[in-house]
Protein backbone atom coordinates (compact mmCIF):
# COMPACT_ATOMS: atom_id res chain seq x y z
CA UNK A 1 0.00 0.00 0.00
CA UNK A 2 2.86 2.41 0.69
CA UNK A 3 4.65 1.88 -2.49
CA UNK A 4 1.34 2.93 -4.12
CA UNK A 5 1.12 5.56 -2.07
CA UNK A 6 4.65 6.88 -3.14
CA UNK A 7 3.95 6.01 -6.55
CA UNK A 8 1.01 8.44 -7.11
CA UNK A 9 2.83 10.95 -5.25
CA UNK A 10 5.54 10.63 -7.49
CA UNK A 11 3.18 10.85 -10.44
CA UNK A 12 1.59 13.68 -9.25
CA UNK A 13 4.59 15.09 -8.92
CA UNK A 14 5.98 15.13 -12.33
CA UNK A 15 2.45 16.14 -13.52
CA UNK A 16 3.04 19.42 -11.35
CA UNK A 17 6.49 20.19 -12.43
CA UNK A 18 5.17 19.55 -16.30
CA UNK A 19 2.36 22.32 -15.58
CA UNK A 20 4.80 24.67 -13.85
CA UNK A 21 6.72 24.19 -16.50
CA UNK A 22 3.80 24.44 -19.49
CA UNK A 23 3.08 27.71 -17.66
CA UNK A 24 5.85 29.35 -18.03
CA UNK A 25 6.54 28.55 -21.69
CA UNK A 26 2.96 29.95 -22.28
CA UNK A 27 3.88 33.18 -20.43
CA UNK A 28 6.97 33.68 -22.02
CA UNK A 29 5.48 33.23 -25.50
CA UNK A 30 2.78 35.98 -24.83
CA UNK A 31 5.47 38.25 -23.14
CA UNK A 32 4.08 37.83 -19.38
CA UNK A 33 6.95 36.42 -17.81
CA UNK A 34 9.52 38.87 -16.29
CA UNK A 35 13.01 36.52 -15.83
CA UNK A 36 14.47 34.37 -18.20
CA UNK A 37 13.35 30.66 -17.90
CA UNK A 38 17.37 29.99 -17.07
CA UNK A 39 17.03 31.92 -13.75
CA UNK A 40 14.15 30.15 -12.36
CA UNK A 41 15.68 28.32 -9.11
CA UNK A 42 14.81 24.75 -8.66
CA UNK A 43 12.41 24.00 -5.58
CA UNK A 44 11.00 21.16 -3.87
CA UNK A 45 6.89 21.24 -4.03
CA UNK A 46 5.52 20.55 -0.56
CA UNK A 47 3.27 17.59 -0.84
CA UNK A 48 -0.59 18.44 -1.52
CA UNK A 49 0.20 21.78 -0.90
CA UNK A 50 0.75 22.98 -4.41
CA UNK A 51 -1.77 24.91 -6.19
CA UNK A 52 -2.19 22.24 -8.80
CA UNK A 53 -3.08 19.96 -6.68
CA UNK A 54 -5.04 22.16 -4.22
CA UNK A 55 -7.29 23.05 -7.39
CA UNK A 56 -7.82 19.88 -8.70
CA UNK A 57 -8.91 18.40 -4.96
CA UNK A 58 -11.33 21.11 -4.16
CA UNK A 59 -12.50 21.68 -7.70
CA UNK A 60 -12.89 18.28 -9.24
CA UNK A 61 -10.52 15.53 -8.85
CA UNK A 62 -11.58 14.39 -12.29
CA UNK A 63 -10.14 18.05 -13.79
CA UNK A 64 -8.02 17.73 -17.07
CA UNK A 65 -4.51 18.81 -16.71
CA UNK A 66 -5.49 21.33 -19.60
CA UNK A 67 -8.58 22.82 -17.60
CA UNK A 68 -6.54 22.81 -14.01
CA UNK A 69 -3.71 25.16 -15.71
CA UNK A 70 -6.36 27.44 -17.71
CA UNK A 71 -7.71 28.13 -13.88
CA UNK A 72 -4.62 28.09 -12.34
CA UNK A 73 -3.53 31.12 -15.07
CA UNK A 74 -6.79 32.84 -15.16
CA UNK A 75 -8.49 32.39 -11.75
CA UNK A 76 -7.47 33.16 -7.94
CA UNK A 77 -10.31 32.86 -6.42
CA UNK A 78 -9.89 29.32 -5.50
CA UNK A 79 -6.65 29.50 -3.79
CA UNK A 80 -7.86 31.64 -0.58
CA UNK A 81 -5.83 32.78 2.43
CA UNK A 82 -5.67 29.58 3.78
CA UNK A 83 -4.14 27.85 1.53
CA UNK A 84 -1.72 30.89 1.06
CA UNK A 85 -0.86 31.06 4.73
CA UNK A 86 -0.20 27.17 4.64
CA UNK A 87 2.08 27.84 1.33
CA UNK A 88 3.87 30.18 3.06
CA UNK A 89 4.83 28.61 6.42
CA UNK A 90 6.17 25.74 4.04
CA UNK A 91 8.46 28.56 2.35
CA UNK A 92 9.78 30.60 5.48
CA UNK A 93 10.57 27.03 7.17
CA UNK A 94 12.52 25.94 3.84
CA UNK A 95 14.23 29.07 3.17
CA UNK A 96 15.55 29.29 6.94
CA UNK A 97 16.59 25.74 7.06
CA UNK A 98 18.30 26.51 4.01
CA UNK A 99 19.43 30.31 4.42
CA UNK A 100 17.27 31.04 1.24
CA UNK A 101 16.47 34.79 0.70
CA UNK A 102 12.00 34.59 0.86
CA UNK A 103 9.43 37.83 0.12
CA UNK A 104 6.25 38.43 0.27
CA UNK A 105 3.95 41.23 -1.42
CA UNK A 106 0.74 42.09 -0.67
CA UNK A 107 -1.30 44.06 -3.63
CA UNK A 108 -4.70 46.00 -2.61
CA UNK A 109 -6.61 47.52 -5.26
CA UNK A 110 -6.95 51.14 -4.65
CA UNK A 111 -10.70 52.66 -3.81
CA UNK A 112 -11.91 49.18 -4.07
CA UNK A 113 -15.43 50.15 -2.81
CA UNK A 114 -15.94 53.14 -4.86
CA UNK A 115 -16.07 51.00 -8.21
CA UNK A 116 -18.45 48.82 -6.28
CA UNK A 117 -20.63 52.01 -5.28
CA UNK A 118 -20.11 53.49 -9.14
CA UNK A 119 -20.34 49.89 -10.93
CA UNK A 120 -21.61 46.86 -8.42
CA UNK A 121 -20.27 43.79 -7.66
CA UNK A 122 -20.13 43.08 -11.66
CA UNK A 123 -17.83 45.28 -12.10
CA UNK A 124 -16.04 44.72 -9.12
CA UNK A 125 -15.20 41.19 -10.17
CA UNK A 126 -14.52 42.60 -13.78
CA UNK A 127 -11.82 44.53 -12.06
CA UNK A 128 -10.68 42.35 -9.15
CA UNK A 129 -10.38 39.09 -12.66
CA UNK A 130 -8.14 42.29 -14.69
CA UNK A 131 -5.87 42.86 -11.77
CA UNK A 132 -5.47 38.81 -11.12
CA UNK A 133 -4.68 38.01 -14.63
CA UNK A 134 -1.99 41.15 -14.71
CA UNK A 135 -0.74 40.11 -11.48
CA UNK A 136 -0.23 36.36 -12.67
CA UNK A 137 1.98 38.24 -15.44
CA UNK A 138 4.31 39.66 -13.41
CA UNK A 139 5.42 36.47 -11.25
CA UNK A 140 8.05 33.72 -12.07
CA UNK A 141 6.25 30.08 -12.23
CA UNK A 142 7.75 29.42 -8.68
CA UNK A 143 5.81 32.41 -7.22
CA UNK A 144 2.67 31.68 -5.35
CA UNK A 145 0.10 34.04 -6.18
CA UNK A 146 -3.14 33.80 -3.93
CA UNK A 147 -6.62 35.88 -3.00
CA UNK A 148 -5.97 37.32 0.12
CA UNK A 149 -9.31 39.12 0.72
CA UNK A 150 -11.73 40.76 -1.77
CA UNK A 151 -9.43 43.57 -2.85
CA UNK A 152 -6.17 41.86 -2.02
CA UNK A 153 -3.63 39.67 -3.43
CA UNK A 154 -0.53 37.43 -1.72
CA UNK A 155 2.40 37.03 -3.57
CA UNK A 156 5.26 34.56 -1.87
CA UNK A 157 8.76 35.17 -4.22
CA UNK A 158 11.12 32.31 -3.08
CA UNK A 159 14.69 32.94 -3.58
CA UNK A 160 14.30 36.77 -3.60
CA UNK A 161 15.79 39.22 -1.38
CA UNK A 162 14.47 42.72 -0.51
CA UNK A 163 16.19 44.12 -3.95
CA UNK A 164 14.72 41.85 -6.07
CA UNK A 165 11.27 41.93 -4.31
CA UNK A 166 11.05 45.94 -4.41
CA UNK A 167 11.67 45.06 -8.35
CA UNK A 168 8.87 42.90 -9.16
CA UNK A 169 6.82 45.72 -6.51
CA UNK A 170 7.44 48.20 -8.65
CA UNK A 171 6.46 46.29 -11.98
CA UNK A 172 2.82 45.06 -10.77
CA UNK A 173 2.10 48.81 -9.38
CA UNK A 174 3.34 50.26 -12.91
CA UNK A 175 1.49 46.94 -14.87
CA UNK A 176 -1.88 47.63 -12.88
CA UNK A 177 -1.28 51.68 -13.53
CA UNK A 178 -1.48 50.56 -17.45
CA UNK A 179 -4.37 48.97 -16.50
CA UNK A 180 -8.16 49.15 -18.21
CA UNK A 181 -11.39 47.43 -17.27
CA UNK A 182 -14.30 47.73 -19.77
CA UNK A 183 -17.48 47.17 -18.24
CA UNK A 184 -20.67 48.18 -19.54
CA UNK A 185 -18.75 50.16 -22.43
CA UNK A 186 -16.69 52.48 -19.58
CA UNK A 187 -13.26 52.17 -18.78
CA UNK A 188 -12.22 51.98 -15.35
CA UNK A 189 -8.57 52.77 -14.35
CA UNK A 190 -7.60 50.97 -11.27
CA UNK A 191 -4.08 51.65 -9.36
CA UNK A 192 -2.78 49.22 -6.43
CA UNK A 193 -0.71 49.75 -3.34
CA UNK A 194 2.13 47.26 -2.76
CA UNK A 195 3.13 46.80 0.54
CA UNK A 196 6.37 43.97 1.03
CA UNK A 197 9.01 42.11 3.74
CA UNK A 198 11.73 40.34 3.74
CA UNK A 199 13.13 37.56 5.79
CA UNK A 200 16.08 39.48 5.86
CA UNK A 201 14.24 42.40 8.05
CA UNK A 202 15.62 40.12 10.96
CA UNK A 203 11.62 38.16 11.03
CA UNK A 204 11.69 34.48 11.17
CA UNK A 205 7.79 33.27 11.20
CA UNK A 206 5.00 33.83 8.72
CA UNK A 207 2.97 35.52 11.15
CA UNK A 208 5.96 38.19 11.39
CA UNK A 209 6.42 38.42 7.21
CA UNK A 210 2.88 39.08 7.27
CA UNK A 211 2.48 41.78 9.95
CA UNK A 212 5.24 44.13 8.33
CA UNK A 213 3.56 43.26 4.60
CA UNK A 214 0.22 44.49 6.52
CA UNK A 215 2.05 47.69 7.82
CA UNK A 216 3.90 48.84 5.10
CA UNK A 217 0.13 48.17 3.25
CA UNK A 218 -1.45 50.72 5.55
CA UNK A 219 1.64 53.15 5.18
CA UNK A 220 1.33 53.45 1.17
CA UNK A 221 -2.36 53.74 1.63
CA UNK A 222 -2.66 56.52 4.30
CA UNK A 223 -0.40 58.29 1.56
CA UNK A 224 -2.64 57.94 -0.74
CA UNK A 225 -2.36 54.69 -2.42
CA UNK A 226 -0.52 53.60 -5.91
CA UNK A 227 3.16 53.23 -4.16
CA UNK A 228 4.77 50.35 -3.04
CA UNK A 229 6.31 50.08 0.65
CA UNK A 230 8.87 47.91 2.38
CA UNK A 231 9.59 48.09 6.18
CA UNK A 232 12.38 51.07 6.73
CA UNK A 233 16.01 49.13 7.49
Known amino acids: MSDNRNKRFDENQERELLFQKRLAELRARNNQFPWNLSETPDFDIPRAQSKLFAERSIEDPNLSDEEVERRA ?8 FWSFYKRLNYEVRRANRYKRPLSVLFVTIDNLSKIVDAFGLRGENA ?12 VRDVDVAGRCRDDSFGVILPETPRNGAEVAAERMRTKMEDLETVFDGVSICTTVTVGGASLEEGVQTADALINLCVESLKLGITSGGNTVNFPVL
Do not use: P, R, T
Not at 73 to 80: A, C, E, T, Y
Open 73 to 80: LLDLNSFN
Open 127 to 138: VILGCGKVLLGC
